[in-house]
């Protein structure tokens, strides 16, 4: 089974719409990420999540909201969708005990707002 | 100047040679190294990762880091098709900060 799991892996939303994209783990990782990917643009960070009871901003957090639930899940929301938010969104995961950092992705979700 | 930059490419070798993938980064005091693979619409493997200056040899890869210099590399030994794909390099700063990502070279071996 996947490590890092996310869902659903296919959207196709309408603009105006609210949307929730989840993101579960069986790493035991404490840290979770959200991050969106559009061509020529990289890897760009939307929120992280150092432990439960911590959420940080990323460069692009606008339009964008997250939960973290417990250890293992953390969920991405689009409050109000719209078509520039179109892009494939990966979820990652790292474990801070290691020192090195090194984070672990989902298999991502690609998302079409119409 | 960004934080990590790296060759978007197409950086194009033949079957067998060796791809040679740079990366500089802007903060001196980055800690961590890592290079991810990518293949079209799929989503980022980590290959490796190094913290010490010098070499470090997995398989057919090795990364190389050059702290003074501020730039890693990573070279891909007898290059094959199935090693086409994006590379992106990532660095850490400190433990309290994620990770921050290059965009990625392409990097196409032909046949």
């Known amino acids: 089974d996947a490590d890092v799991t996310q869902t659903p892996r296919n959207r196709i939303t309408k603009t105006g719409k609210r949307i929730m994209l989840e993101c579960s783990q069986t790493k035991g990782h404490d840290r979770m990420y959200w991050y969106r990917q559009d061509p020529g643009l990289g890897l760009r960070l939307i929120y992280y999540s150092f432990d439960v009871k911590d959420i940080n901003k990323g460069e692009i957090s606008d339009g964008y909201s997250v939960s973290r639930q417990a250890q293992a899940k953390f969920s991405l929301s689009l409050e109000s969708a719209i078509p520039n938010q179109t892009a494939l969104y990966f979820c990652?995961?790292?474990?801070?005990?290691?020192?090195?950092?090194?984070?672990?992705f989902g298999p991502g979700t690609r998302l079409t707002v119409t | 100047q960004k934080e990590v930059e790296q060759n978007s490419g197409p950086l194009s070798v033949p079957e067998g040679a060796i791809a040679s993938l740079n990366c500089t980064y802007s903060d001196r005091g980055s800690q961590s190294f890592f290079w991810y693979r990518q293949y079209s619409g799929k989503s980022p493997e980590l290959i490796m990762f190094i913290y010490s200056n010098g070499d470090k040899e997995d398989g057919r890869f090795t990364a190389q880091l050059n702290k003074a210099s501020q730039y890693v590399s990573l070279l891909i030994r007898d290059s094959q098709p199935s090693d086409s794909a994006t590379y992106l390099c990532a660095v850490s700063k400190s433990g309290n900060t994620p990770l921050v990502f290059g965009k990625g070279t392409r990097l196409s071996v032909i046949a």
């Open positions: 990652a995961t790292s474990d801070a005990g290691t020192g090195i950092h090194e984070q672990y």
